[in-house]
């Protein structure tokens, strides 16, 4: 049966992995793969997180199955971090853990493809390249608008607002919820007020994608666009991950949380969802959420978190700055949020960049700037400039 299988493309992030693994240059850049890394270069385990693994290591009594739903109090712990404090109550937002971010993008494609099969979920471009093939995974019809230009790099929201304006009510809205992957320009304040405004009025259902909260500016003020729209709408999703500011990338945690208009309709939401997720992957892995729990549930443990956290965003704030101040017409790059910027290059001058300068960045032009050392930031620049690229 497998001769009918065309070749796929591998991924084009994997490729670049895979060619960093191979140069034996010993000052190579890699910027590609997007995890966070500390001025060493490393991407180490968190402090809080090493603890919380002692702690389960001597205290977790079993290894028993959880349930569809994973563990209610890791998705009730989360709750104040996401929602704001006595925000999100849970009998009109239900949680379910699910692996990772991508799983609760998944897990909520699957329950809007089934509530409404013919919902458009609008995206703006360019957008983390896994969007658009996760929401069509489920056949609903992606309709994609302009959301950013990287030649001046500046988000387009004029574009934003009016290709909004197309959609019909039951119409399903991406938003990055800070740190947007992959250009780092993220709406304000007064954006996130008029596309909420936008959503309630034309009754557009927002689909926020949290997945970098704290690596922006703060925990708090990376939710504030979540938070003002959801106290706006009647019905929101929110895919949440743990695994960039908890750092646990490879433990898959993550969780999804909609909010419905009712009572009554949120337990239909919980029952419907708690039916995907049993024949996608039955249970969400375990020890990643047991990890946050456990850090969240004592007092030291979850300040030592939120500490690391807040240096994580200062270490990719002074990343920035630096590249800033080596390259006037990159200034724009101090003023982007989270891991990531895109920059107007061609797929030449990526490889370029690559072969002559050993700095590794996605074809796309997406640069993790967390991959590089403050002290690098010149040689970038200086690379830069020698392709072209200023
Ligand atoms: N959304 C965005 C915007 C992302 O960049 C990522 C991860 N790169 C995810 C979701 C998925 O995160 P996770 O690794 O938790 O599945």
Known sequence: MFESLKPMPADPLLQIIAAHRADTRSDKIDLGVGVFRDEAGGTPILRAVKAAERYLVANQPT??????????????????????????????????????????????????AT?????????????????????????LEVREYRFADLTTQTLLFDEMMAALRQASA?????????????????????????????????????????????????????????????????????AYSCDKNFGLYRERTGALYVKASSADLARNVASNLAVHARVSWSMPPDHGAAVVRAILEQP????????????????????RRAIASAAPSLSAIAHEYGLFSNLAVSREQVDALRTEHGIYIAPSGRMNVAGLKVEDAPRLVAALDAIGAL
């Open 63 to 112: 290894k028993g199955y959880l349930g569809i739903e994973g563990d209610p109090v890791f998705t009730d712990l989360l709750r104040p971090i996401i929602f704001g404090k006595n925000g999100g109550d849970a009998s009109l937002v239900p949680g379910i853990q699910t692996p990772g971010g991508g799983g609760a993008l998944r897990l909520g494609g699957e329950l809007i």
């Open 115 to 139: 509530a409404r099969p013919d919902a458009k979920l609008w995206l703006g471009t360019p957008s983390w390249p896994n969007h658009r093939p996760i929401f069509e995974a489920v056949k």
């Open 170 to 238: 039951g119409d399903v809205v991406l938003l990055h919820g800070c740190c947007h992957n992959p250009t780092g320009l993220d709406l304000n304040h007064d954006q996130w007020r008029e596309v909420a405004d936008l959503c309630s009025a034309n009754g557009l259902i927002p689909f926020v994608d949290l997945a970098y909260q704290g690596l922006g500016e703060s925990l708090e003020a990376d939710a504030m666009g979540l938070r003002t729209i959801f106290e706006r709408v009647p019905e929101l999703l929110l």
């Open 300 to 319: 030291e443990l979850e300040a030592d978190w939120q500490a690391e956290v807040a240096e994580m965003g200062q270490r990719i704030r002074a990343v």
